[in-house]
Nanobody
Framework: QVQLVESGGGLVQAGGSLRLSCAAS????????MGWFRQAPGKERKFVAA????????HYGDFVKGRFTVSRDNAKNTVYLQMNSLKPEDTAVYYC?????????????????WGQGTQVTVSS
């Protein structure tokens, strides 16, 4: 079992930046692939980014286009999502998730544990 708690969301103007954090507790953090997803009102949850066990591999949803960076600090049991050049369409609840397999990390089904989410609102 692992518990995930996101933080860092908030209200930001278009073009601004936010850094989300996800703190993990419970089982060994470094044994998990970590992902970020987001869900806008009335829409399905969408893959944002994923990072492998030691941070050597990352990948992103197509819409990210170089604006977001995922990273992790295994010593702090924390994964981060740095979001720059934010747009109003980035407004959503952002979730972090933990799973075991990097090959399935773009799919919600690839994750076994989820946080409660943190709201990000980008004003125009």
């Amino acid at each position: 079992q692992v518990q995930l708690v996101e933080s860092g969301g908030g209200l930001v103007q278009a073009g601004g930046s936010l850094r989300l954090s996800c703190a993990a507790s419970g089982r060994t953090f470094s044994s998990f692939v970590m992902g970020w997803f987001r869900q806008a009102p009335g829409k399905e949850r969408k893959f944002v980014a994923a990072i492998d066990w030691n941070g050597s591999s990352t990948h992103y949803g197509d819409f990210v286009k170089g604006r977001f960076t995922v990273s992790r600090d295994n010593a702090k049991n924390t994964v981060y999502l740095q979001m720059n050049s934010l747009k109003p369409e980035d407004t959503a609840v952002y979730y972090c998730a933990a799973g075991y397999y990097y090959g399935t990390s773009t799919s919600e089904r690839g994750y076994d544990y989820w946080g409660q989410g943190t709201q990000v609102t980008v004003s125009s």
